[in-house]
């Protein structure tokens, strides 16, 4: 989401924040045989990135949730939650509310 000002979200419910991934794969195979026998090679490869929403305001940024709000964060290569927050904010600026929510939320680190 992006707001040239101010950007508010408001629920009587709970907000989700839900992270989605790009998969690519790409595979090579090279087959040879006759009637009698076959063999085959091959190699590929899988890469996968993680998005999460993105929150732009150029104004303040307040989310509401009466019921709670909820940001699906997975641990990646056995890192903690805040290590990956770090990480994904460092490789997308747009993403730093997530640092501000698990501040706010007393989960680990600093605002």
Known sequence: MKAGNNLTLASSGTIHFEAASDIYIE???????????????????????????????????????????VAEVPEINQQTVSQTIDAMVAADPDLAWLKEMEWILGCHGEP
Do not use: P
Request: proline letters at 0%.
């Open 27 to 69: 595979s090579h195979e090279k087959r040879s045989g006759n009637f009698a026998w076959q063999s085959s090679q091959g190699e590929g490869r899988t890469d996968e990135t993680l998005r999460q929403s993105q929150l732009i305001a150029k104004g303040n940024l307040v989310i509401q949730a009466a019921d709670g709000i």
